[in-house]
């Protein structure tokens, strides 16, 4: 399973983030490839669909179902 992190330089939230998905990976005995972006551009925001730092991506879809449909990639 590949998650991605993505996030701007600075967020808070992020790291937090990070330690709780490799914890429920953990407990559930989920093996997974992590991997953390900096989103710094406009255009690499909607390239990448990033909705807000954090955003959480299992396997290119995100976490939140209600977002997947949502076009506010940006950096605000």
Not at 45 to 60: E, I, M, N, W
Not at 70 to 75: I, K, M, N, P, T
Request: proline share 5%; hydrophobic share 45%.
């Amino acid at each position: 399973m590949r998650v991605k992190v993505l996030s701007m330089e600075g967020c808070p939230a992020t790291p937090a983030a990070v330690d709780l998905i490799r914890d429920v990976a953990l407990g559930l005995g989920v093996s997974i490839s992590l991997e953390r972006v900096l989103v710094e551009t406009a255009d690499q925001a909607a390239a990448l669909r990033f909705l807000g730092s954090p955003t959480v991506q299992v396997d290119g879809h995100d976490i939140e179902p209600e977002a997947r449909d949502s076009l506010d990639f940006g950096l605000t």
